[in-house]
């Protein structure tokens, strides 16, 4: 099974971030979080010490177009909190 990892960057995530030195990602559903955490400790090089996981719902979404009305919705997805030692940061910036 592959799983996918993508950060986070919002104001929001950053913020949380900054002041709790927590990281946010979004994640592959079927993922875990002992996969989650050694993962993110294998790209990233850091030491995970807490891992929190969410489930997004799927959001209903309706639009006007010339042929009528348009219903459809997102797609669901799973977020992941991580929490790494204190000291330690990611750098998401670093290869750009």
Do not use: C, H
């Not at 592959?2 to 002041?19: D, F, G, L, M, Q």
């Not at 997004?56 to 992941?80: C, D, F, I, Q, Y």
């Not at 909190?81 to 750009?96: H, K, M, P, R």
């Amino acid at each position: 099974m592959e799983i996918s990892i993508t950060p986070i960057v919002t104001e929001k995530a950053n913020k949380i971030s900054e002041k709790y030195n927590r990281y946010t990602f979004r994640v592959s559903p079927e993922a875990n979080k002992y996969q989650i955490k050694a993962l993110v400790e294998e790209l990233y090089g850091v030491k995970v010490t807490r891992v929190n996981t969410m489930n997004v719902r799927a959001k209903n979404k309706s639009r006007w177009t010339k042929s009528g009305l348009l219903r459809g919705n997102t797609a669901a997805w799973k977020k992941a909190l991580v929490t790494v030692a204190e000291g330690q940061s990611i750098d998401f910036y670093s290869n750009i």
